[in-house]
């Protein structure tokens, strides 16, 4: 429920690494942190309790994790416990009391900062109702401990999970076009009054003069049991307190911004249920990273947040998300709690104006282009030409071609594919093999059932997406055609691509393949078509003008022929010129120093008008 090493969701908000209490903006006077709590005999028993739990759990002995009155509730580079106190010896109010030690017998002095700073702001901010009261600092066993009042609930981070799964089971969709209601007016009013909590409690605390420093999801506990949303802060170990200082009067005030948009990414997450943030790696979390934590593109938070929520919710969230330099630079958690608080009250009519709102920006879910034509007109060359394009960019792009006689072979082309992806990781060196492999094993954990589906979602990162491109679709086996409609339909990630070539001609509507595309447009998945036809008359004559370095008006009736017997298909022109080379009817002329051809003998010969027949005839040629 609590973390001991806060996630911090962008590098400059990190607190200085420092245990001197003089450091900026140490939230209590040295009194705070010298004096020890009177504690009454009427403790005493709780606190052999504490003591007997403490070392117990030190033992590395499990039985204390359901002990009657004591559970250890977090393990790490902290302890917390929750033990009842049924007694209400330590003046709590839930009946239960949260105790937190440092789990090392030798913590470094940044660590014993934390902990006491902790213990510092929540007392300072007794009388502020979204802070757990503090009750004692204990010694327990040679290590320091202190005592909170327990705050019931979950993380803000596990309610929107719970929310989102929700929201996934109902039956409610999103238009690929127009705003869909994503959630009913009732569901809608009480993420609003969530919202509202929230800026509320942050409110209380600035006006307090404490900036907190490290506000995120998992350290916002919710209690909404009784239809009453009951919001509390905790961890508060980098928090930091206004002084009369000057100097420290004027870091105040950007650290206070920084908590405005940090609540503009909460804002985002109860809106849409997901980040708006992606880091530099493949591990994509809040956690700890420096300066590794980066915004999504304008386009993809808007659309994010539009196919969700009305349009006035997406421009708050937005707006307090990238504070610095917008019309939002001079908004306090106060001015934010009004504006959600008149959301609110005007909930009807801005869902009644919502109804015909467009979805704006751009989506970056997966999506399939599909690259049409027949045998010979250049898709394969297309898609390879774009390839060049990106090649210096840090794109990962993977192929391989379905084989006519592998049908037989299930995936086996999805497989070249991928292990071609795997040999590029391997090329990067063991710092990337190490992160691969670590987010791979955490994302499968999750769900085998899904394996290449959850599998593509790690490896494909906004600093590194994917783009895997497969040749001749028509040929595709039934497992391989399912699998890529899975990932192309998970909207999941958007940080991939997939490019299909195939033969129109070959895949009429009762292919399998037709049906596949078919049924992900009816799942509103957006299918970018690319028909790539024959060239023109006029286009085979400026090939041929080119490819023989001779005016366009000298090489007309030449391409002429050329193009009644090719019908413009760039394979069948470019392997027909080769052959009029191969036979001596199209030539270079040394005495005139240019191209010449038999036009007579050329027009008399015949080709094939199927580009397989006339590799296969070219092929018998060879020796």
């Known amino acids: 429920m609590e973390r001991d090493q806060p996630n911090r969701i962008a590098s400059d908000n990190s607190p200085t690494n420092s245990a001197d209490p003089s450091h900026d903006m140490v939230s209590v006077n040295d009194n705070c942190h010298d004096k020890q709590m009177d504690i009454n005999s009427d403790v005493e028993d709780l606190s052999i309790l504490l003591l007997d739990a403490f070392s117990i759990a030190s033992d590395g002995s499990d039985s204390v994790e359901w002990n009657e009155q004591v559970k250890l509730i977090h393990d790490g580079t902290t302890k917390i416990y929750c033990v009842k106190d049924s007694k209400n010896t330590f003046g709590g109010c839930s009946g239960s009391v949260a105790m937190k030690s440092l789990a090392d017998e030798f913590p470094d002095e940044e660590e014993v900062f934390r902990l006491k700073n902790e213990y510092a702001i929540s007392k300072y901010l007794s009388k502020c109702s979204a802070i757990r009261a503090a009750l004692a600092e204990r010694c327990m066993d040679g290590v320091k401990a202190i005592v909170l009042d327990w705050a019931n609930g979950i993380t803000l981070e596990d309610w929107i999970c719970l929310n989102r799964k929700k929201e996934h089971s109902s039956s409610l969709t999103i238009n690929t076009s127009t705003y869909c209601q994503s959630f009913c007016e009732s569901d809608l009013k009480m993420i609003l009054q969530l919202a509202w909590s929230i800026s509320n409690a942050l409110s209380d605390?600035?006006?307090?003069?404490?900036?907190?420093?490290?506000?995120?999801?998992?350290?916002?506990?919710?209690?909404?049991?009784?239809?009453?949303?009951?919001?509390?802060?905790?961890?508060l170990g980098y928090a930091s307190l206004l002084t009369d200082d000057k100097k420290k009067i004027e870091d105040f005030i950007p650290q206070t911004r920084k908590d405005?948009?940090?609540l503009g990414i909460i804002l985002f997450k109860i809106f849409t249920g997901q980040s708006p943030l992606y880091r530099k790696s493949h591990l994509d979390s809040m956690d700890g990273g420096k300066s590794d934590m980066r915004l999504q593109s304008q386009n993809q938070l808007v659309y994010m947040l539009t196919s969700?929520?009305?349009?006035?919710?997406?421009?708050?969230?937005?707006?307090?998300?990238?504070?610095?330099?917008?019309?939002?630079?001079?908004?306090?958690?106060?001015?934010?709690?009004?504006?959600?608080?008149?959301?609110?009250?005007?909930?009807?009519?801005?869902?009644?104006?919502?109804?015909?709102?467009?979805?704006?920006?751009?989506?970056?879910?997966?999506?399939?282009?599909?690259?049409?034509?027949?045998?010979?007109?250049?898709?394969?060359?297309?898609?390879?030409h774009t390839k060049q394009f990106i090649k210096k960019k840090d794109v990962c792009f993977i192929s391989g071609k379905f084989d006519q006689f592998q049908q037989m072979e299930p995936l086996s082309t999805i497989h070249a594919a991928f292990t071609e992806y795997t040999n590029n990781i391997l090329r990067k060196g063991p710092e990337n093999i190490h992160q691969t492999r670590e987010a791979i094993i955490k994302a499968i954990n999750t769900d085998i059932g899904v394996?290449?589906?959850?599998?593509?979602?790690?490896?494909?990162?906004?600093?590194?997406?994917?783009?895997?491109?497969?040749?001749?679709?028509?040929?595709?086996?039934?497992?391989?055609?399912?699998?890529?409609?899975?990932?192309?339909?998970?909207?999941?990630?958007?940080?991939f691509l997939f490019i299909g070539a195939c033969r129109d001609d070959e895949a009429d509507g009762n292919h399998p393949l037709m049906k596949h595309l078919n049924d992900l447009k009816r799942k509103n998945v957006d299918i970018t078509s690319i028909n790539v036809t024959s060239i023109l008359k006029t286009d085979t004559n400026e090939l041929i003008s080119d490819v023989i370095s001779l005016p366009p008006q000298l090489t007309k009736s030449f391409s002429r022929t050329v193009y009644q017997k090719t019908s413009g298909n760039v394979l069948l022109v470019i392997q027909f010129l080769q052959s009029l080379c191969d036979e001596g009817l199209l030539l270079f002329s040394l005495e005139s120093n240019t191209w010449q051809w038999d036009a007579q003998a050329i027009e008399a010969k015949e080709i094939p008008d199927d580009v397989g027949l006339m590799m296969s005839k070219k092929i018998l040629q060879l020796p």
């Open 308 to 384: 969700k929520v009305p349009l006035s919710f997406a421009e708050l969230a937005i707006g307090l998300m990238k504070a610095d330099g917008s019309a939002l630079d001079s908004w306090s958690a106060r001015t934010v709690e009004r504006e959600l608080n008149s959301m609110i009250r005007d909930l009807g009519s801005i869902l009644s104006n919502a109804e015909k709102q467009p979805i704006l920006g751009t989506s970056n879910a997966s999506k399939i282009a599909i690259v049409s034509g027949c045998s010979g007109v250049g898709k394969s060359s297309l898609v390879k």
């Open 205 to 235: 605390i600035h006006d307090a003069g404490v900036a907190l420093n490290n506000l995120n999801p998992e350290n916002i506990i919710i209690d909404d049991k009784d239809d009453n949303v009951v919001v509390k802060i905790i961890g």
């Open 260 to 262: 405005i948009q940090h």
């Open 451 to 495: 394996l290449t589906e959850t599998f593509v979602r790690v490896v494909a990162t906004p600093s590194y997406p994917i783009i895997i491109f497969l040749d001749d679709l028509q040929w595709a086996d039934e497992l391989s055609l399912d699998l890529i409609s899975t990932l192309v339909a998970d909207t999941e990630n958007p940080n």
